[in-house]
Structure formats: structure tokens, C-alpha cells
């Protein structure tokens, strides 16, 4: 059932629905603040689905300097300087579920301005996640500047140890491809912060989580040969559901990778 939107007055930033306020109130009154807490509203980042966002419950409303404050009676709601240009408009709303429920931020604003950018994004999302997470593996992207593409790896793809081929060979090479204005492609991402960062293989050479007979997810040890990292789609020869898969990474020298459609 879609719940009653309270309607920002002029100079307010953000729209509270009805919803929201009494699940906000609950908060406050549980803490006993409130009259006095207030609610913070920052941009994280971009996903697949648009502009991730942070809430956060403050005991005193002591905004930074920049912050952009709204007073809404019983709580504060406290935009972040960086946020504030990118939220104009936005609706915050609480959906309720059976098993608990969550807030929702309802953004009219685009998640990139620069119109490179959002062809970038578009592929991204298109094209290179789907091929990706056949093992797991998601591709962000964090910004476009002078014409390089700065992306943060994650899932199967952070601390894959065939990352350079797929980064290469795969994402850097689509985008070239469909955008010849780009440049390159830079990796943000900390690949020894992984949980399984650059699995090794057991003695042996067969990986733990391998079927019975060959190992396709093989990670051999420093100076070994073969491939892979351990994440379920990453074969001998790279990124994908083998050979013949339509999510093959080819090693280097091999043709180029072309993640799959859909």
C-alpha cells in the first residue's frame, strides 16, 4: 500500500513520507532523543541500480560545515555537504515487511551527469557484470576522468588471480570497443583485502572445491602455470564457465573476451 507523501516546503531538500516519520519517531523515542537527534543522509556510491546511500542516527544534530539541515519537528534530517546537490528531491520512505523492512530512497536525480560516464555505466551494467558474475565477480564504477575509467572490483573478481587478463582482455577491451574515446581503464580495487584473496591450490594441483577428476578452478602456487583463483566460473585459462562457456576469459594472447548479453 503506498503510504502519504509529505510534501517538502520550499528550501527542504528532501520529502518525508509518513511512513518514514513514524519509523524514524519510533527510533528516537526508543533512544529517548527524541527533539533532539537527527537522521544523516550521505551518497556512498553508485551500483548497478543507481546511487547507494548511508543513513545514520546522531544523538545531537551537530551538522559539518556545508551540511545542509532540515528541521522536521521531532528530528533533523542532515545532508552531507557532497550529498546535498544530488539528493534535491528525493522522497524518503519506510516499506514495512513481514520479516522486518528497511528505508527506501526514492532519487530523481541521475547517478552520473557526464554523458561518457553514463555510457560507461550503461556497458557496465549491460554487459560486463552479467559476463563477470558467472564467478561471483561485480564491476563498479567510481568515476570517469580525462577519459579513464576507474572502476572497484569485487565478489570473485577481487584477488582473482587472472584479474589483469579479464581487466585487460575483457572490461578495458569492450569499452575500448564501444567507446573509442576512452583510454584505459584503472583497478581501484584492494585485491589482498579478498576473502579468499589469491587462492592456492592443495598438493597435488587439485583445487579443494573442484569436482571429482579435472581441477577447472585451479590456482596454482607462485611460479606454477596454469590459472584461475577458485571462484566457481574461473577455469585454467581465466574468467568464465570454461572453454566453450559464453563467459570464457581467454588467457593473454587469446581472442578477445566478449561477456555475454542479458
Known amino acids: 500500500m503506498a503510504t502519504e507523501q509529505r510534501t517538502a516546503d520550499v528550501g527542504q531538500m528532501v520529502s518525508i513520507t509518513d511512513a518514514a516519520r513514524e519509523k524514524v519517531g519510533e527510533i528516537l523515542d526508543n533512544e529517548g532523543i527524541r527533539g533532539r537527534g537527527a537522521i544523516r543522509i550521505a551518497i556512498q556510491g553508485r551500483g548497478a541500480n543507481g546511487f547507494e546511500y548511508s543513513m545514520a542516527l546522531e544523538e545531537e544534530a551537530t551538522p559539518d560545515p556545508g551540511d545542509v539541515v532540515q528541521d522536521e519537528g521531532d528530528f533533523k534530517v542532515i545532508v552531507d555537504a557532497d550529498t546535498a546537490k544530488r539528493l534535491t528531491g528525493a522522497t524518503v520512505d519506510f516499506v514495512g515487511q513481514l520479516m522486518g523492512g528497511g528505508f527506501k530512497i526514492d532519487n530523481p536525480n541521475p547517478a552520473w551527469d557526464d554523458p561518457l560516464a553514463q555510457s560507461v555505466q550503461r556497458l557496465i551494467d549491460a554487459e560486463i557484470n552479467p559476463g563477470v558474475a558467472s564467478h561471483g565477480g561485480h564491476v563498479e564504477l567510481l568515476d570517469v576522468k580525462e577519459k579513464k575509467v576507474y572502476v572497484r572490483l569485487g565478489g570473485g573478481c577481487q584477488g582473482c588471480g587472472m584479474v589483469d587478463v ?28 579478498g576473502s579468499n584473496p589469491y587462492f592456492q591450490g592443495s598438493k597435488g594441483g587439485e583445487s579443494p572445491i573442484a569436482e571429482s577428476g579435472a581441477a577447472p578452478y585451479y590456482q596454482p602456487a607462485k611460479g606454477g602455470g596454469g590459472g584461475g583463483c577458485g571462484a566457481p566460473g574461473c577455469g585454467p585459462s581465466g574468467c568464465g564457465a570454461g572453454a566453450e562457456g559464453p563467459h570464457h576469459q581467454p588467457a593473454k594472447g587469446g581472442p578477445q573476451f566478449t561477456p555475454a548479453k542479458g
Open 166 to 193: 579479464t581487466l585487460r582482455q575483457g572490461i578495458e577491451a569492450l569499452l575500448k570497443r564501444e567507446l573509442p574515446e576512452i583510454e584505459g581503464v584503472v583497478d581501484t580495487t584492494d585485491h589482498a583485502g
